[in-house]
């Protein structure tokens, strides 16, 4: 996986995988993924990460795949 800015919901359905979602149902899903793991979510915190902002920045993309493992 290329660590590069992504939109929100072009990231979420790369987590989606072959799995046949919506892209606002595969956002909400890695919403609850990033919320339910604490490390994770603070990380993101401390990156600047909002929650209403449309694009991850690289860093934000590097710590979702570390915390979450590559989509």
Known sequence: MRIKP???SELAMLYAGE???TPQGAL???N???R???ALWQALMDSGYQVKQKIFTSYQVRLIV???GEP
Do not use: A, F, S, T
């Open 6 to 8: 992504y939109g929100k």
């Open 19 to 21: 799995q046949i979602m």
């Open 28 to 30: 909400n899903r890695l």
């Open 32 to 34: 609850e993924w990033m």
């Open 36 to 38: 339910r793991n604490p």
């Open 66 to 68: 570390e915390y979450l």
